[in-house]
């Protein structure tokens, strides 16, 4: 078992940038595959990226275009997501989440543990 906790969104204009943490408890962080989801009003959750066990691989949505980098640092127990020129189609609710599955998933389902979401609001 994990506990999840987001932090570092907000608002912030349109080419800003944001860098959202995910603090991890419980079960070592290295055990754990780790992903960003995102859910806008009115839409259904959304992948990001993801990064594996040992931070070697990395996973992203399309849309995010090379604008996002996911990382680990599995000594503090956080990942974090750097996100740069932002646009207003980026605002959302922002989860991380932890699969215990070994390969890097997309869907959300595949999940086990979900953090409670920092909302991130990108003003034009």
């Known amino acids: 078992q994990v506990q999840l906790v987001e932090s570092g969104g907000g608002l912030v204009q349109a080419g800003g940038s944001l860098r959202l943490s995910c603090a991890a408890s419980?079960?070592?962080?290295?055990?754990?595959?780790m992903g960003w989801f995102r859910q806008a009003p009115g839409k259904e959750r959304e992948f990001v990226a993801a990064?594996?066990?040992?931070?070697?691989?990395?996973y992203y949505a399309d849309f995010v275009k090379g604008r996002f980098t996911i990382s680990r640092d599995n000594a503090k127990n956080t990942v974090y997501l750097q996100m740069s020129s932002l646009e207003p189609e980026d605002t959302a609710v922002y989860f991380c989440?932890?699969?215990?599955?070994?390969?890097?998933?997309?869907?959300?389902?595949?999940?086990?543990?979900w953090g409670q979401g920092t909302q991130v609001t990108v003003s034009s």
């Open positions: 989440a932890a699969d215990d599955f070994r390969l890097i998933r997309r869907v959300a389902g595949a999940y086990d543990y």
């Open positions: 990064i594996s066990r040992s931070g070697d691989s990395t």
């Open positions: 419980g079960r070592t962080l290295s055990t754990w595959t």
